[in-house]
């Protein structure tokens, strides 16, 4: 059974930083497209940015363009997700998961707060 494990989360004010991690068991980050996604309270959970195998391909949605960022490094079997100037709408718990209609086993994630 695949198991994520999502680490880097905290309480930020805004206009801050995170850096957000991810590992997963087996080779799951190697061999597919990954994506993390975000549910804020009360809301459905939402995929924010994807990133090919290769790393060399990566998918943002509009309310993240230009402030996050996804990598991964394929030698150590990790994902991240950079975010910058981080806006009160961003507090959500961030999951990584692969880029399918059919989802793997999700984490427990990784809480993100961002207030003043």
């Known amino acids: 059974q695949v198991q994520f494990v999502e680490s880097g989360g905290g309480l930020v004010q805004p206009g801050g930083s995170l850096r957000l991690s991810c590992t997963a068991s087996?080779?799951?980050?190697?061999?597919?497209?990954m994506a993390w996604y975000r549910q804020a309270p009360g809301r459905q959970r939402e995929k924010v940015a994807t990133i090919s195998t290769s790393g060399h391909s990566t998918n943002y949605v509009d309310s993240v363009k230009g402030r996050f960022t996804i990598s991964r490094d394929s030698a150590k079997d990790m994902m991240y997700l950079q975010m910058n100037d981080l806006k009160p709408e961003d507090t959500a718990v961030y999951y990584c998961?692969?880029?399918?209609?059919?989802?793997?086993?999700w984490g427990k994630g990784t809480l993100v707060t961002v207030s003043s």
């Open positions: 998961n692969i880029d399918s209609n059919r989802l793997l086993n």
């Open positions: 087996g080779s799951i980050l190697r061999f597919n497209i």
